[in-house]
């Protein structure tokens, strides 16, 4: 069985928006377990909390390295850690980048990070972005 790796960055403050990302790979997940396809979301509240030599953001880190989607929610800034999975993701060359902002882009992040490896998508409402979602991830895991 082959395993699509997907990994949500956001401040905690998107709980709904993330929670809405988990119903749309649960329902993905559904449709492509039966072509052989398991679908793994990786959200840093569902990661092991047991006591760690390493700092908890380097392990979320790491899981960059197997990680097959990003997909980042952004409202008006973004948080230092986020940042630091973007960065993460961009060096582990994860094949599929996608930035979700809410409302409106964040300019300098767009001239800064402006390039084909990454995509960039505004939404307004959680049902635009619950409908670009399915259509993005469909079309990506057609595509690994």
Same mark, same amino acid.
């Given at each position: &069985?082959?395993?699509?790796?997907?990994?949500?960055?956001?401040?905690?403050?998107?709980?709904?928006?993330?929670?809405?990302?988990?119903?749309?790979?649960?329902?993905?997940?559904?449709?492509?377990?039966?072509?052989?396809?398991?679908?793994?979301?990786?959200?840093?509240?569902?990661?092991?909390?047991?006591?760690?030599?390493?700092?908890?953001?380097?392990?979320?880190?790491?899981?960059?390295?197997?990680?097959?989607?990003?997909? &980042?929610?952004?409202?008006?800034?973004?948080?230092?850690?986020?940042?630091?999975?973007?960065?993460?993701?961009?060096?582990?060359?994860?094949?599929?980048?996608?930035?979700?902002?809410?409302?409106?882009?964040?300019?300098?992040?767009?001239?800064?990070?402006?390039?084909?490896?990454?995509?960039?998508?505004?939404?307004?409402?959680?049902?635009?972005?619950? &409908? &670009?979602?399915?259509?993005?991830?469909?079309?990506?895991?057609?595509?690994?």
């Amino acid at each position: &069985m082959k395993q699509i790796n997907i990994f949500c960055a956001s401040s905690i403050t998107f709980s709904e928006e993330r929670n809405l990302i988990g119903d749309v790979i649960r329902n993905l997940q559904d449709e492509w377990i039966d072509k052989d396809v398991r679908i793994h979301l990786f959200l840093c509240e569902f990661a092991d909390h047991f006591l760690s030599l390493k700092r908890k953001q380097d392990e979320y880190n790491e899981q960059l390295k197997h990680t097959d989607i990003f997909i &980042m929610l952004v409202k008006d800034k973004i948080g230092k850690y986020t940042l630091e999975e973007f960065e993460e993701a961009r060096k582990c060359q994860v094949p599929y980048i996608h930035v979700f902002f809410k409302h409106e882009i964040i300019e300098q992040f767009s001239k800064e990070y402006h390039s084909k490896e990454i995509f960039i998508h505004v939404y307004e409402e959680n049902e635009t972005l619950k &409908m &670009m979602l399915e259509n993005i991830l469909e079309e990506r895991l057609n595509e690994l």
